[in-house]
C-alpha cells in the first residue's frame, strides 16, 4: 500500500534520446491537444485542429470556462451517434470527436470531472466501433488526427518504480504489487483504437508509415516499462501487428528492441517489459529464412545470451528459453555457442536460476546434433556433475533428469568414453552420502544405466575411481605425517627457547 501511494506523488520521464524526446513530444504535447486536466485553472489549444473538412470549417467540440478556485470542468458539446448523420457528414464527425479525445484527464481523483470522463469513454468507444465497421473509409487527415489524438493519450511520463521511491535497489521484482495505471478505463479503449486501425484492411500501410514512424515506434517501445501488466498486454500485440504489417520498419524494431535489453543488461537489470519484448521476438525468430543472417545471429551472441546474466531471469525465463532453442532448431550449428554461453553464465549460488538452467540445458540438448555435442561435450558434463553433488535437492534432481531424455541418452551413448569418467565420480558421491532419498533413488538408476550401456567401460571408471580413492587416501595420510613433523619440530623448537630463557 506504502508504495502505490508513494507512485502517485511522482512520475518517470521516458528513456529516450533527447533528439526524439524533441522530434516526437511536440506533435502530441503542444500543437495538437493533449491537455490534461488538474486541479488548477488550465486551457484547451486546438486552434491548429481549426481545419477544413468538406467544405466547412469545423470549430472545436471542447469549450473552456474559466476556471474557479477549484478548477472548471471542460464544458463537452453533445455530438451525434454516427448513425444519427448522413454518410458524408461522418469524416467531419469523426474529427470533432477526435478532438473531444485529445483532452486528458488526470486520473488521481477519480470522482473529479466523473461525467466529463465518461462522456469521454464512450466517445472513444464509438470512435472504435466506427473504425472496426469499415463504414467509411479514413482521410489522410483523419488519419493523422487519429495517430495525434492516440499519441496524446498514451505518450506520457510513466509513475516511478516503487525501488526509486524508497530507495531499495535490493527489491525482489517477483514480490512487487504491480501498479494498476488508474486511467486504465481511457487507455483499454485508446489502445484497442490503436489495434483495430492497424489490423484493419481499409488501412493503407503506404500513408500509415508517414503516422507511424520510428519515433511513434520508439515512444510505443519506451512504454514497455510500464507496471501495468494489461497495458504491457496490449502494447505486446499492437508491437507484433506493427512488425507484421509495417515491413519496413522490421529493422529498426529489431534493432530498438535490442537497445533496450543493452541497457538492461549492462546498465539497470530493472525493466517491467522484457518477457513481452523476448514474446514479441519468439514470434520474428521463427519467421526468420534458413540460413539465418550474420545480424540475427549476432543478436543471439550479444543479446540473448547476456539476458541470462542478470539476477531477475526468472520472471522472463520461460520466453527466453523459447527464443534461444528456435535459434539452435533453424541452425543446429549455433548449439555449441548457445552451451558455452549457458555454461559461461551458470549461477553458483541461486540455486532456483540454476534449475531453469538445467531445463533450458535440456531443450537446447534436444536440438543438439551429435557433432556439436562433441565439440563442449567435457566442460558441459563437468558442470553437469557439480550439479550431481549439489546439496539442494531439486538441483541434484533436475540434473538426474536429463538421463530421461532419449536423445540425450543417444548422445552420451555416443561419447560414452568421455561422459563415463567424469559423472563416474559424481555418482559415486551421491550414493554413499547424498542427503537426499529421491536423489540417491535417481542416481541408483542412472548408475544402472550406465552399467547396461558399456559394462566393461563401467567397471573401468570403477577401477579408476577405486584406485584415485586410494591415491587419495595415501596422499593425505602422508599430509598428516607431514603435519605431525612440523608439529613436533616447532614444539621442539619452542621447548629449547624456554630453557635459553631459563638459564
Not at 567435457?378 to 536429463?402: D, G, M, T, W, Y
Request: with cysteine.
Amino acid at each position: 500500500m506504502f508504495n502505490k501511494i508513494m507512485k502517485r506523488g511522482g512520475r518517470k520521464v521516458p528513456k529516450s534520446d533527447d533528439n526524439d524526446h524533441a522530434a516526437f513530444s511536440s506533435p502530441y504535447r503542444s500543437g495538437h491537444g493533449g491537455s490534461v486536466v488538474s486541479n488548477s485553472n488550465f486551457t484547451v489549444n486546438h486552434t491548429s485542429r481549426s481545419a477544413s473538412y468538406g467544405g466547412t470549417q469545423t470549430q472545436s467540440p471542447i469549450a473552456v470556462a474559466a476556471g474557479g478556485a477549484g478548477g472548471s470542468p471542460p464544458q463537452i458539446e453533445n455530438l451525434p451517434l454516427f448513425r444519427d448523420v448522413p454518410v458524408p457528414e461522418r469524416p467531419s464527425l469523426f474529427v470533432r470527436k477526435l478532438q473531444i479525445c485529445s483532452f486528458v484527464f488526470e486520473f488521481s481523483d477519480t470522482l473529479k470531472f466523473a461525467r466529463e470522463k465518461e462522456t469521454k469513454r464512450q466517445t472513444l468507444l464509438e470512435l472504435a466501433d466506427f473504425i472496426q465497421s469499415g463504414s467509411t473509409r479514413l482521410s489522410e487527415q483523419a488519419q493523422e488526427e487519429l495517430i495525434l489524438m492516440i499519441g496524446a493519450n498514451i505518450f506520457r511520463c510513466l509513475p516511478p518504480a516503487s525501488h526509486e521511491n524508497t530507495g531499495s535497489e535490493n527489491g525482489d521484482p517477483e514480490e512487487e504489487d504491480p501498479y494498476l495505471d488508474p486511467s486504465w478505463p481511457h487507455l483499454q479503449i485508446v489502445y484497442e483504437l490503436l489495434l483495430r486501425y492497424i489490423v484493419s484492411c481499409d488501412t493503407d500501410t503506404k500513408i500509415a508509415k508517414r503516422y507511424i514512424d520510428h519515433s511513434f515506434v520508439v515512444r510505443l517501445l519506451e512504454l514497455f516499462d510500464s507496471e501495468d501488466p494489461r497495458e504491457r498486454d496490449y502494447l505486446k500485440t499492437i508491437l507484433h501487428r506493427i512488425y507484421g504489417k509495417f515491413m519496413v520498419h522490421r529493422p529498426f524494431v529489431r534493432k530498438a528492441i535490442n537497445n533496450i535489453f543493452y541497457r538492461f543488461i549492462f546498465e539497470t537489470e530493472r525493466h517491467n517489459g522484457i518477457a513481452e519484448l523476448l514474446e514479441i521476438l519468439g514470434s520474428i525468430i521463427n519467421g526468420f529464412a534458413v540460413p539465418m543472417k550474420e545480424e540475427h545471429k549476432l543478436f543471439l551472441i550479444r543479446a540473448l545470451i547476456p539476458l541470462h546474466k542478470p539476477k531477475s531471469v526468472s520472471l522472463y525465463h520461460q520466453q527466453l528459453s523459447y527464443c534461444i532453442t528456435q535459434f539452435v532448431e533453424k541452425d543446429y550449428k549455433l548449439a555449441g555457442t548457445v552451451i558455452r554461453g549457458l555454461l559461461k553464465y551458470w549461477p553458483v549460488i541461486n540455486c532456483q536460476k540454476e534449475v531453469l538452467f538445467l531445463g533450458e540445458l535440456e531443450e537446447v540438448l534436444e536440438a543438439t546434433h551429435s557433432s556439436e555435442f562433441h565439440r563442449c561435450v567435457i566442460p558441459l558434463f563437468k558442470q553437469i556433475a557439480r550439479c550431481l553433488n549439489s546439496p539442494h535437492f531439486q538441483v541434484a534432481e533436475r540434473a538426474l533428469f536429463l538421463w530421461n531424455n532419449d536423445h540425450i541418452v543417444s548422445l552420451i551413448a555416443q561419447n560414452r568414453g568421455t561422459v563415463f569418467p567424469i559423472i563416474y565420480c559424481a555418482l559415486e558421491k551421491n550414493m554413499r552420502g547424498h542427503w537426499n532419498q529421491a536423489v540417491h533413488g535417481l542416481t541408483s538408476n542412472v548408475r544402472k544405466m550406465f552399467l547396461d550401456m558399456d559394462g566393461e567401460l563401467f567397471e573401468e571408471c570403477e577401477q579408476q575411481y577405486i584406485e584415485k580413492e586410494a591415491r587419495d587416501k595415501d596422499e593425505a595420510e602422508h599430509r598428516q605425517v607431514v603435519w605431525r613433523r612440523l608439529e613436533a619440530a616447532a614444539a621442539a623448537i619452542t621447548s629449547t627457547e624456554d630453557m635459553v630463557l631459563a638459564n
